[in-house]
T-cell receptor
Framework: GAGVSQSPSNKVTEKGKDVELRCDPISGHTALYWYRQRLGQGLEFLIYFQGNSAPDKSGLPSDRFSAERTGESVSTLTIQRTQQEDSAVYLC?????????????FGPGTRLTVL | AQSVTQLGSHVSVSEGALVLLRCNYSSSVPPYLFWYVQYPNQGLQLLLKYTSAATLVKGINGFEAEFKKSETSFHLTKPSAHMSDAAEYFCAVSVFGNEKLTFGTGTRLTIIP
């Protein structure tokens, strides 16, 4: 079946603009995660959605970052008033149930460049 | 909180030689451990994972890893390197009740012809 998809694949924006990144998880997966990968670094957790539970937002770096998920489908990560340090690849992952070592399947990522 | 340390940001091995990528973890509760591979300009792909069953885990492409609690390690090995193994490898940890993955900083593997 189809994997995790993300759009756009690349986004170039000017400092101070808002951006929206989209993630379509694997159908039937109840858990969805957002991570950030800065150049030459590992992945940083941003936010986690599990079913109808309140999301785990503990990784969001500032209040300029927010994310929504509609039911168990699409998620949108929004960055307001972008800064140059927001430049990174934003990766989305989904898993069947979340927890207990459930495998997270990653999308190809959105490369964000803030000029 | 759990953490992962990958020793060696860059590793080079000759084609046909043993591949050994090191990962040590820190966790106050039993961990779940993962190795992911990232090929250039691609997303992450799961190689293998440990979830408290057998301590020796076999994955795709001939890779395996052994969970050693006494050494808090989960090193990745492959007996014979192939040119197609050139990629970046990430070790990650999660625990029950905290489903996010905590990643190491990655090891770039180069294969020498």
């Amino acid at each position: 079946g189809a994997g995790v998809s993300q759009s756009p694949s690349n986004k170039v924006t000017e400092k101070g603009k808002d951006v929206e990144l989209r993630c379509d998880p694997i159908s039937g997966h109840t858990a969805l995660y957002w991570y950030r990968q800065r150049l030459g670094q590992g992945l940083e957790f941003l936010i986690y959605f599990q079913g109808n539970s309140a999301p785990d937002k503990s990784g969001l770096p500032s209040d300029r970052f927010s994310a929504e998920r509609t039911g168990e489908s699409v998620s949108t990560l929004t960055i307001q008033r972008t800064q140059q340090e927001d430049s990174a690849v934003y990766l989305c992952a989904s898993s069947l149930v979340g927890g207990k070592g459930d495998t997270q399947y990653f999308g190809p990522g959105t490369r964000l460049t803030v000029l | 909180a759990q953490s992962v340390t990958q020793l060696g940001s860059h590793v080079s091995v000759s084609e046909g030689a043993l591949v050994l990528l090191r990962c040590n973890y820190s966790s106050s509760v039993p961990p779940y451990l993962f190795w992911y591979v990232q090929y250039p300009n691609q997303g992450l792909q799961l190689l293998l994972k440990y979830t408290s069953a057998a301590t020796l885990v076999k994955g795709i492409n001939g890779f395996e890893a052994e969970f050693k609690k006494s050494e808090t390690s989960f090193h990745l090995t492959k007996p014979s390197a192939h040119m197609s193994d050139a990629a970046e490898y990430f070790c990650a940890v999660s625990v029950f009740g905290n489903e996010k993955l905590t990643f190491g900083t990655g090891t770039r593997l180069t294969i020498i012809p």
